[in-house]
């Protein structure tokens, strides 16, 4: 069915196949169509029509037979009209989903009193006014060739604004030239991915624990073989990565995704002479280094081995995941095949949000919304581990100096999954770190993210939690 249009307005396009050998009268043909679409729940109750000129127009027929067979259709019930002469599907049709027996009702999960699921960004506090104002910017000023297909690196006013702020807030080594844009960090590692495959890469090293949905399955479904780098304190233990015989390695040094460890400046020289022995590839995922609250800024690795490392970045932390713009720093060597990895992929991220990206940038906006940002997430993570110490104070939280979640270590004796299902059973979510061991031992943890949850929400869910250990312990 072509566009059946919206409550705001008639569609001008319906698709309907009329057989002038069939010897059926056409206005007939029509209501059928018709009919068997709103059955099929192709055309919504509400959807308007289009005005039977248009639509007579479109199929080559006198205007009198569509409004033959849209008056038959309002006698049967299938069609209302407006005020204002349209037609709509009328509201109390019976609908079936297309192709099925009737539509089932969507299955929702279980209620949750509070959730610290992980990798949400408090999108309510999005900067609508000043990228309303970029994406205005960019509408009014921008020249209609630059809309046609362009280079799939991305826009040079972006490469310039966020090498400029990189270099500045970063510390990264960063040229115009060096920078492609993509959706998200997601997309950015399955582009590097293929690119490290085609340069004959066989086994890349991931941090253990790190996130299971992007490099890990990317990597396997690549073909590659996949080795765990034990994570410490201070992020991932280098002494293991010599022994682990990989061509790159995936790394998040400035806040371990989960754990929150640092990578000391001695670890990361290492990687990088690790790096530069064998010609291997350096993976930052920089992913949330924006937000720190006590602590000293902790400067990119790229900056100090900008032809080993591709620096990731993404606005999926800062501004919203819906957005997906993300961003890669590539040594020089690699930049013309992760352009053409891209173009193959989707041939170059939007060009407007792209432009409106970049202004936001130059103006500052991203500074200021920033600044703004980081108190809110820093009363949260307050209030977490205020609401920690307070209700379990044997638990031991890590990496809370940064980011927008907080990982507390459970005592021994303490088991995850037992806890994690006591406290699902109370309506809260919350994720253990074992589900991100790639070899699957260690101790257990749970993730808060804590970036939507309101200090009060927080504070529920954190009793929530000591309730369920309670039940655990008990049992
Ligand atoms: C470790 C890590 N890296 C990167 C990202 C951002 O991914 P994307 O830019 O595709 O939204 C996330 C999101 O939660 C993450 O957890």
Not at 234 to 255: F, I, K, M, Y
Not at 283 to 295: K, L, W
Request: hydrophobic share 40%; charged share 20%; proline share 7%.
């Amino acid at each position: 069915m072509g566009r059946s249009g919206t409550n705001s307005g008639p569609a001008e396009d319906l698709l309907i196949e009329l057989d002038r050998d069939a010897g059926v009268p056409l206005h007939r043909q029509i209501e059928a169509s018709i009919r068997t679409s709103i059955r099929a729940g192709r055309l919504r109750t509400g959807a308007s029509l289009p005005p039977t000129r248009t639509l007579a127009a479109g199929l080559g027929v006198s205007r009198g037979v569509v409004v033959e067979a849209y008056q038959q259709l309002v006698a049967e019930g299938y069609l209302a009209s407006r005020s204002g002469g349209y037609t709509q599907v009328a509201a109390s049709m019976p609908q079936v989903a297309a192709g099925a027996g009737p539509a089932a009702p969507i299955p929702r999960p279980a209620a949750r009193r509070v959730d610290f699921g992980y990798g949400r960004t408090d999108v309510s506090h999005f900067p609508r006014a000043a990228w309303l104002r970029s994406i205005r910017t960019v509408l009014t000023t921008t020249p209609n060739d630059r809309f046609a297909y362009l280079d799939g690196r991305g826009v040079p006013e972006l490469h310039e604004a966020l090498c400029d702020y990189l270099n500045r807030v970063r510390g990264t080594s960063s040229a115009p030239g060096n920078v492609v844009i993509c959706s998200g960090y997601g997309q950015g590692i399955s582009l590097l991915i293929q690119v490290l495959v085609q340069h004959g890469a066989r086994r890349i090293a991931l941090e253990d624990p790190s996130s299971n949905d992007d490099a890990r399955v990317l990597a396997a479904a690549a073909g590659l073989d996949v080795v765990g780098i034990p994570v410490g304190p201070d992020g991932v233990q280098v002494d293991a990565l010599h022994r682990a015989d990989a061509d790159a390695v995936v790394l998040t040094p400035s806040h371990q995704w989960p754990t929150g460890g640092v990578l000391s400046a001695g670890a990361r020289a290492e990687v990088i002479r690790w790096a530069k022995d064998r010609g291997a590839i350096v993976v930052e995922d920089d992913y949330d280094a924006e937000y720190r609250y006590d602590r000293s800024p902790v400067g990119a690795m790229q900056g100090l081995a900008p032809d080993q490392i591709v620096y990731c970045g993404t606005a999926s932390k800062t501004l919203a995941p819906g957005l997906r713009l993300g961003w890669m720093v590539v040594p020089p060597r690699l930049v013309a095949d992760v352009t053409a990895a891209k173009v193959l992929a989707d041939r170059g991220s939007p060009v407007i949000d792209q432009l409106a990206f970049a202004d936001f940038l130059t103006r500052g906006e991203f500074d200021r919304h920033l600044r703004r940002m980081r108190p809110v997430y820093r009363r949260r993570r307050d209030a977490l581990l205020r609401a920690l110490r307070t209700h379990l104070p044997d638990l031991e939280p890590a990496g809370v100096a940064a980011g927008q979640h907080v990982v507390a270590w459970l005592p021994p004796g303490l088991d995850e999954a037992a806890v994690v299902a006591a406290a699902a059973r109370r309506g809260l979510g919350i994720h253990g770190v074992g589900p991100y061991r790639i070899a699957g031992t260690g101790p257990g943890g749970l993730i808060f993210g804590y970036a939507i949850l309101g200090e009060s929400a927080i504070a529920e869910g954190v009793a929530l939690l000591a309730a369920a250990i309670r039940e655990v312990r008990g049992s």
